[in-house]
């Protein structure tokens, strides 16, 4: 089974800050498992995908920036 990551665990490995990581998932630019309207967490699998280029949307299609 996948890790998942709280939103600041997923900045820290991103080298990003929990802001933008906040700004990014409002985007739909990172897919989420939502527990509740404010209680989201990351697939740790997605990261890989993220950093290999692999991610897609299961909806679209379409790679995911």
């Known amino acids: 089974m996948d890790r998942l990551l709280t939103v600041r665990e ?8 929990v802001g933008t990581a906040y700004h990014w998932l409002s985007q739909g630019r990172l ?3 939502r527990f509740s309207s404010r209680c989201v967490r990351f697939r740790e699998n997605m990261l890989k ?7 897609v949307d299961s909806l679209t299609r379409k790679r995911l920036p």
């Open 10 to 17: 997923l900045a820290e490995r991103l080298g990003i800050s």
């Open 31 to 33: 897919p989420c498992v």
């Open 49 to 55: 995908q993220l950093a290999e280029g692999t991610l």
